[in-house]
């Protein structure tokens, strides 16, 4: 991607999306930000230095007019109340999106991308307990999240799903760690800055070695990586 590259940032009035506008805009990124219309406030300080497309993420038409001539597209997908809200804002950009633009999603652990994902069984009964809860106030869908990640890797785009352990905020420790697997001991400190969250996500774009991939990440100076270094493990992405 060269240095004249136009990217569309989907969900970009949120704290993750903000970082990921910040960083863009220091790699000399065209922005593109699409978010829900009563949020278009909280991009007022990159006003005059990115294009804001207003509406709802999951709306095909309001992507569609966000993502032309874009060849990156960073997603966040927010389990927004209960109406398919990621799912369709996943399935809006696989839709519309550029042939061959690189595609970006941000999710949790707790999305499975094959059964070589390892969870404790009281990060299980967590998930489950907030996903009842907040689905039982028409807050959040989590499940629908999952769906969404399940329509991407289906998908023969040039994907990337980037899932993101608890998270901080800080200055930032650099480019996080990843592993294929949630459950790895690489990744058992569970805890990354958000401002690095949103590093990987802008990284990723031209990072060819993540696509397809779904890394779970973790913070550079976490205990759990500090530790696998100190013991002559490699693990992905410490270089």
């Not at 294929?180 to 590093?199: E, K």
Request: charged residues 25%; neutral net charge; aromatic residues 6%.
């Amino acid at each position: 991607m060269s240095s004249t590259t136009k990217v569309c940032i989907v969900g970009a009035s949120g704290k993750l999306g903000q970082y990921m506008v910040e960083h863009a805009l220091e790699r000399g990124y065209e922005v593109v930000g699409v978010c829900r219309e009563r949020s278009v406030p909280k991009l007022d300080r990159f006003a005059g230095r990115i294009t804001i497309v207003p509406g709802p993420t999951n709306d095909p038409d309001v992507i569609r007019r966000a993502v032309a001539g874009c060849d990156g597209v960073l997603t966040v997908l927010a389990p927004w109340g209960v109406q398919q809200y990621s799912s369709g804002t996943a399935q809006a950009v696989l839709d519309h999106a550029e042939p061959g633009a690189r595609l970006v999603f941000s999710c949790g652990w707790h999305v499975a991308r094959d059964d070589q994902d390892r969870y404790t069984r009281r990060f299980l009964a967590t998930v489950r307990l907030v996903a009842w809860l907040a689905k039982a106030v028409r807050a959040v869908e989590i499940d629908d999240q999952v769906e969404a990640c399940r329509r991407i890797f289906a998908s023969d785009r040039r994907w990337t799903v980037v899932r993101g352990s608890d998270l901080e905020e800080g200055p930032s420790q650099g480019l996080p760690v990843w592993s294929r697997h949630v459950g790895d001991p690489v990744l058992a400190s569970n805890l990354t800055r958000r401002l690095d969250f949103a590093l990987f996500m802008v990284a990723a774009l031209t990072d060819d070695t993540v696509i397809h991939e779904a890394p779970a990440i973790v913070g550079r100076q976490a205990p759990s990586v500090l530790a696998h270094q100190q013991g002559g493990t490699e693990v992905e992405g410490a270089s």
